[in-house]
Structures are given as C-alpha cells and as structure tokens.
C-alpha cells in the first residue's frame, strides 16, 4: 500500500508540474499575434466621413463605447459621452468576467498607434500585449476589409477627447487563463460588390457581429446548431431583462414570414423623429431593448437588403423568444 501511495503521489506531483507550466506558458508565451503594424493612417476628409459612418451604423462602435439613455426606446446615446467607454458587460450576462467598454477617445488613444489600434480592432492585443475579451468582437473585424478598419480609426481619431478612465476588465478562472489563447492574427476580406447581394449581406452582419448577441451562449460560447436564433439575455440597468430575437428563417419563431419590405421598414422607423417610437418615453422597469436600432437605422436600404438576403439563407431554428421580463 505504502509503494502504491508512493506511486500515486509521484503521478500527482507529475500531472501538477504539468499543469502548473501550462497555465505558466498560456499566461506569458500567449497570446502570440505579429507585432502592432508600422502603420500611419492618412487623415483625409473621405477617410473620416467613411469611418463615421461605419462607427455609427454597420459596425456600431459608439453604441458600446458611449453612455446610453435608458428613459427613451431602443435608447439614444447621451450627449458629450461619445467613444467615452465605460458600459459594463458582465457575469449577470452570463459572461466569465466583468468586461469595460475601452474609451476610444483620444484622451486614452492618444498614445497608442495606428498600427496599436488596428492590432487591437482586429487582433484582440492591446498596446500593453494583453488579451482582450471577444465582447469586443475583433475575430470578426479581423475578417472584415482592413480599408474599413483603416477608415474608423482615422474616425476616432476627430473625437472630442473626453477624461474619463475606464476600469480594468477581468477575467474569472479559468478564462483567465484561456483568453490569452483567443486571439490570433487577421485573415482579412475584401469587402463584396453589392451586387452580389448574399455575400454582401454576409459580409455586413460579419461587420455587425449579429450572430454575436443574436445566437445564446454558455460563458461566452455560442451553442452549437443555435446560430442566429436569439436567446441571449442582456439585464437593462432601469430593471427588467431583454433578450435578443431569433432572426433565423423560421416562420413560426424567427423572420421566415418576414417580406424584405417589412424587415427594412422595421429599421427604418428608427431613422423616423416623427415616429412615436422616438418621441416616447420609457418608464423604469418597462420594455425596452439593447439592439442598436438607431444605429442600423441609418444603413442604407441597399445595405438592410442585402443582411434580409442573407439572413433568409440561414437554416431555420424553431426558437421562442421571450423579449422581455421583468425580474
């Protein structure tokens, strides 16, 4: 017994040393990404106006990076808090870990290169080397057109600088661990002709990231076979919990019944001031929604066409969706 306890032990003190140079190695070999780019971004007026453009439709960086005013439907961002950061996504979300949104502004950027601003847009490795969380969701922009990069970082370099520090993002354990295996280097596209209308709308909801807050996932993991479906809870700070829709084809439970007519007009209401759902008020604790609908409002009816197009490919989830509940 005494020979077989030794034997045990040995084995234990063996898979223990292994472990501990695991994790030794995964949390300062990773991530390992190239080097921040030698890059110097042009600042012409085509470049901003482009990248305004797409920071506050298509890929909505300012609905994350700005404070948001609960008190109206489907929210409007508050005035003199553009690219401020701060917004919270969480463990009430089901997250493993309280992540921040960075200020974008150039009172933290300012510092920072072209090229370190890309490495983390499109990487997830900020300027210090650390990982990032993909709740800022850099695998997709790193499979984006670099020129749309290249255009919202000359954007955010016109901001209104605003002195405002972040607090610092962490990771729960294990993902302490594991997010310095998530990023990686980009394998960047160039973005589609719109007229071919599927793999233009594929590449607007990459841009987007509508699979990443409309599919459910388990600690930051989508589930498997439920792309797209909807499911995934976001707890409003007025009360209540919204939950993303199931935007597959199914007829019963996602758009399959949805005309493009009808999907585009549902944006569009957004970009109407006359509209009753942007002049009415919202109550604490009353329906209310994450979905950047102002933001996607201002895309073009090319652009919602071709992501309808796209979406009506998809293989249809039968998925109820609850859109809000009070709690």
């Known amino acids: 017994m005494k020979k077989l306890l030794k034997v045990l032990g040995g084995l234990l003190g063996v898979v223990v040393i292994g472990i501990s140079g695991l994790l030794i190695y995964v949390s300062t070999a ?23 453009y ?33 917004g919270l996504f ?14 974008l502004t150039p009172y933290n950027l300012g510092d920072w290169t072209d ?21 800022m969701p850099y695998p997709n922009y790193g499979n984006t057109d670099r020129e749309d990069i290249y255009d919202i970082i000359a954007y955010l370099r016109t901001l209104e600088p605003i002195e405002f520090d972040v607090p610092e993002s962490c990771s729960d354990f294990p993902m302490n661990y594991i ?15 719109p007229s071919d209308k599927i793999a233009y709308g594929k590449y607007l909801v990459t841009a987007a990231s509508c699979a990443d807050c409309h599919s459910p996932m388990i600690q930051g993991a989508p589930i498997e076979g439920m792309n ?10 007025t009360g209540g919990v919204a939950t993303s829709a199931n935007i597959t084809p199914d007829i019963t439970t996602g758009i399959g019944s949805w005309t493009e007519e009808v999907f585009i007009t549902r944006f569009k209401n957004f970009q109407d001031s006359t509209n009753v759902i942007n002049t009415s008020l919202v109550n604490p604790g009353d329906f209310n929604t994450e979905m950047p609908w102002r933001f996607y409002s201002n895309m073009s009816e090319e652009e919602l066409s071709s992501i309808y197009a796209y979406l009506k490919t998809q293989a249809p989830v039968q998925n109820q969706i609850v859109k809000f509940r009070r709690e």
């Open 30 to 52: 990773l991530p390992n990404v190239e080097p921040a780019p030698d890059l110097k971004i042009e600042l012409t007026d085509d470049r901003i106006q482009s990248g305004e």
């Open 54 to 86: 797409l920071a506050n439709t298509v890929y909505a960086c300012m609905d994350c990076h700005s404070d948001k005013d609960y008190s109206k439907f489907a929210l409007s961002l508050k005035k003199g808090t553009l690219g401020k950061g701060g």
């Open 90 to 103: 969480g463990t009430e979300m089901g997250l493993p870990g309280n992540y921040y949104a960075k200020n």
């Open 115 to 135: 090229g370190e601003i890309f490495r983390a847009v499109t990487t997830g490795v900020n300027k210090d080397g650390d990982a990032l969380f993909p709740i």
């Open 179 to 193: 997010i310095n295996t998530i990023p990686s280097d980009p394998e960047f596209s160039t973005k589609p002709d």
């Open 228 to 237: 797209f479906a909807g499911g995934m809870d976001f707890p409003l700070p």
